[in-house]
Each structure stands twice: as structure tokens, then as C-alpha cells.
């Protein structure tokens, strides 16, 4: 355990739907991140928030939206995916973010799969 | 952020030492050595890190080289629980983990 919780842990969409992965840190972090990992590939950062502030966005396409409201919370909205987007979403925190060395700790993941 | 080089998979017998080593060649000054472990499908889990000199933990110890160009993760006792991928990062100030394939550790009973 953590300290970081994603939910839901495991989702199916189509191409057309529209849902949202959540992420919440009880560390009281500043800095919050999200990653993909596809099959067999190493991860990938895709965003990162420090202070609720995007300081960093990957080149991801815009049919994947992150927001975070508070220091604590952190969404990804998904719509119109495609199958390729597949793959296991991983959130991560850390004490200060964005310029620092600080490691970062990973919640269970989300595994989506895009029918 | 430096490359860092790892053997793509390595075994180890359960109880004994897990000696997992990382080439990181062009290393900077001001770049740590991070290693993470991720169980399958799991989220990474952090391990250890370090700059320039050796450090223990209650999970393992760094081994890194005096001119930092390499280093080598230790599992003092080894189990099944282990068995994982490695990765190891370097790092500087951005905030950033760059992770590569990282090293697969199989523990054998």
C-alpha cells in the first residue's frame, strides 16, 4: 500500500464512450503524474502537475485529458480512443515534482481496454 | 537524463543473494541512480537511490561505482516475492523517470 489509490482498477469502453480515471494520494504530496504502459513496452510519461499546475504533457493526443483540482486528486478523461490506447494507466506522486529529484510513489494502476 | 544499459533478465536461487548490475555510462553530476520494481501488472514500486555514495535500506543496498559508472542493486535474501522487473533510472533535477525494459528477475525455489 502506497498511499495511492486509482479507480477503477480495470475498465472496458468502446470508442465512443466517454469515462474518467480518478487518482487520489493520502501522502500529501504536491506533485502528481500520469503514465502508460503498454503491453510490453516500458512507460511512458504523459503528464505531470505540480501545485495543480501542468508543468509537462508528453505529446499525448487530445483524447486523453487530465485535470487536477487539488493536490490530492488527479483525473484522465477518455474519449473517442482508439484500441491502441489499450494499455495499463498508472498515477505516481511525489513530494515536490516538476524540478526535483524526489521519488515518486506509484498507485495499483487502471488496466483499459477499447473494444 | 543518462541512458542507463541492464541485462534483460537474469535468475536467482531463493535465499541468496540478487545481484542486479546497471551500466550508466554518461552519467552527470548532478543525475542519482533510482531503482524501482514492478510485479506483474502492478504499479512500480520505489527501492533505493543514490548519487555518489553506497546506501541500505530495509528492502536492499547500492552498490555504485567511484566514477558512477555503474552500479548494482543487492537483494541480501532472496524470495519468491521478488521476482519482478527491475529498472534501474538515472536522474536529475526534472522531476522526470525515464524507465527503460529494465532487468526481469526470476527467484527459483
Known amino acids: 500500500e502506497t498511499g495511492v489509490t486509482q479507480t477503477p482498477r480495470h475498465l472496458v469502453m468502446g470508442m465512443t464512450n466517454k469515462k474518467s480515471l480518478k487518482c487520489e494520494q493520502h501522502?500529501?504530496?504536491?506533485?502528481m503524474y500520469w503514465y502508460k504502459q503498454s503491453a510490453k513496452k516500458p512507460l511512458e510519461l504523459m503528464f505531470v502537475?505540480?501545485?495543480?499546475?501542468?508543468?509537462e504533457n508528453n505529446s499525448v493526443p487530445s483524447r486523453f485529458s487530465p485535470e487536477c483540482p487539488n493536490s490530492s486528486h488527479l483525473f484522465l478523461h477518455l474519449h473517442t480512443l482508439q484500441p491502441e490506447d489499450s494499455a495499463l494507466y498508472l498515477c505516481?506522486?511525489?513530494?515536490?515534482?516538476?524540478?526535483?529529484?524526489?521519488?515518486?510513489?506509484f498507485g495499483p494502476g487502471t488496466r483499459l481496454t477499447v473494444l | 537524463d543518462a541512458k542507463t544499459t541492464q541485462p534483460p533478465s537474469m535468475d536467482c536461487a531463493e535465499g541468496r543473494a540478487a545481484n542486479l548490475p546497471c551500466n550508466h555510462s554518461?552519467?552527470?553530476?548532478?543525475?542519482?541512480v533510482y531503482w524501482y520494481r514492478q510485479i506483474h501488472s502492478q504499479g512500480p514500486q520505489y527501492i533505493i537511490h543514490?548519487?555518489?555514495n553506497n546506501e541500505t535500506n530495509e528492502m536492499a543496498s547500492l552498490i555504485i561505482t567511484e566514477d558512477r559508472k555503474s552500479s548494482t542493486l543487492i537483494l541480501p535474501h532472496a524470495t519468491l516475492r521478488d521476482t519482478a522487473v527491475y529498472y534501474c533510472?538515472?536522474?536529475?533535477?526534472?522531476?522526470?523517470?525515464?524507465f527503460g525494459q529494465g532487468t526481469t528477475l526470476q527467484v527459483k525455489p
Open positions: 543514490g548519487l555518489k
Open positions: 505516481a506522486s511525489s513530494q515536490e515534482g516538476g524540478y526535483s529529484t524526489d521519488t515518486q510513489y
Open positions: 554518461t552519467i552527470s553530476g548532478n543525475e542519482y
Open positions: 533510472i538515472a536522474s536529475s533535477n526534472t522531476g522526470k523517470l525515464i
Open positions: 502537475y505540480s501545485l495543480e499546475e501542468r508543468v
Open positions: 501522502l500529501g504530496h504536491n506533485a
